[in-house]
T-cell receptor, first 117, second 114 residues
Framework: AQKVTQAQTEISVVEKEDVTLDCVYE???????LFWYKQPPSGELVFLIR??????QNEISGRYSWNFQKSTSSFNFTITASQVVDSAVYFC??????????????FGAGTRLAVHP | DGGITQSPKYLFRKEGQNVTLSCEQN?????MYWYRQDPGQGLRLIYY???????QKGDIAEGYSVSREKKESFPLTVTSAQKNPTAFYLC?????????????FGDGTRLSIL
């Protein structure tokens, strides 16, 4: 069965520290997609990145970077030089191509990141 | 600006009452979704719709109902049969139902019991 585990419930850092949010997934499908979303205090989920199972290239976008490793079924997210505005709950999610054609997202429980000045 | 609008932002329900949460999108997306979020938990799928006049139950559909009469609208009714409705409800849409498409979310409705 598909599952997403975010073992870190809460992380607290001081501004300018680097922080890594862990995500481990389980799936029996060979074609799947992984996503990260950010949920700021306002409540809406903001899409950050999508990765497909055939592309293990790491990606960097500004201060954000993602490390996808199929060998360990992990898709970790690193924020470099964290800022107070990064404070939010971050969700990792999995979508399988074999799920009957529709886009069922399986979410992890989320990691609450608090960045202090 | 294109986006998803949920209303109201806060809603209170009395015992035995049905309430309806509104979700409107102007992104011209085919697929729409309703999720429930409880404190400290991830999102759970209530209902989804791949196209107008079609919808399917998600993982926790009991006590909820939906309709999809227009492409841009996907209202959710929380019925009196839902015994624990207090939660944060999020509506989402995607350009098509496929697994690779990211979902885009509204800013939610917080429902509480009076």
């Amino acid at each position: 069965a598909q599952k997403v585990t975010q073992a870190q419930t809460e992380i607290s850092v001081v501004e300018k520290e680097d922080v890594t949010l862990d995500c481990v997934y389980e799936t029996r499908d060979t074609t799947y997609y992984l996503f990260w979303y950010k949920q700021p205090p306002s409540g809406e989920l903001v899409f950050l990145i999508r990765r497909n199972s055939f592309d293990e290239q790491n990606e960097i976008s500004g201060r954000y970077s993602w490390n996808f490793q199929k060998s360990t079924s992990s898709f970790n997210f690193t924020i470099t030089a964290s800022q107070v505005v990064d404070s939010a709950v971050y969700f990792c999610a999995l979508s399988e191509a074999a799920s009957g054609g529709y886009n069922k997202l399986i979410f992890g429980a989320g990691t609450r990141l608090a960045v202090h000045p | 600006d294109g986006g998803i609008t949920q209303s109201p932002k806060y809603l209170f329900r009395k015992e035995g009452q049905n309430v309806t949460l509104s979700c409107e999108q102007n992104l011209n997306h085919d697929a729409m979704y309703w999720y429930r979020q409880d404190p400290g938990q991830g999102l759970r799928l209530i209902y989804y719709s791949q196209i107008v006049n079609d919808f399917q139950k998600g993982d926790i559909a009991e006590g909820y109902s939906v309709s999809r009469e227009k492409k841009e609208s996907f209202p959710l009714t929380v019925t009196s049969a839902q015994k624990n409705p207090t939660a944060f409800y999020l509506c989402a849409s995607s350009i098509e139902p496929g697994a690779r498409q990211p979902q885009h979310f509204g800013d939610g409705t917080r429902l509480s019991i009076l």
